[in-house]
Nanobody
Framework: QVQLVESGGGLVQAGDSLRLSCAAS????????MGWFRQAPGKEREFVSA????????YSADSVKGRFTISRDNAKNTVYLQMNNLKPEDTAVYYC????????????????WGQGTQLTVSS
């Protein structure tokens, strides 16, 4: 069973960049499709981006396309979310998740979740 630990969140200003990390243990990220999700205050958790285990294909929500990039380093067993041109509406708790399914934005397909890391973007 894989354990996921997110890090890298914090308080930034609009327009700034930040990179989140998700370190996996008890499994290898190369065996899973890895996803990032976020939950803003008072809102449901939503899909952000995912990267497949087989070919490293990626899929991102329209709201972050062109600004966020997901990647993984199999040697470090870590997945990253590079976030550029951050906006106040990106403020949320960001969660890393893993699934043995293919590239999917569906939360129900992800069996393993991290505890989340808070990102706050001030205007």
């Amino acid at each position: 069973q894989v354990q996921l630990v997110e890090s890298g969140g914090g308080l930034v200003q609009a327009g700034d960049s930040l990179r989140l990390s998700c370190a996996a243990s008890g499994g290898t990220v190369s065996s899973y499709t890895m996803g990032w999700f976020r939950q803003a205050p008072g809102k449901e958790r939503e899909f952000v981006s995912a990267i497949s285990w087989r070919r490293g294909s990626t899929y991102s929500a329209d709201s972050v396309k062109g600004r966020f990039t997901i990647s993984r380093d199999n040697a470090k067993n870590t997945v990253y979310l590079q976030m550029n041109n951050l906006k106040p509406e990106d403020t949320a708790v960001y969660y890393c998740a893993a699934t043995t399914s293919g590239l999917t934005p569906l939360q129900t397909q992800y069996a393993y979740w991290g505890q989340g890391t808070q990102l706050t973007v001030s205007s």
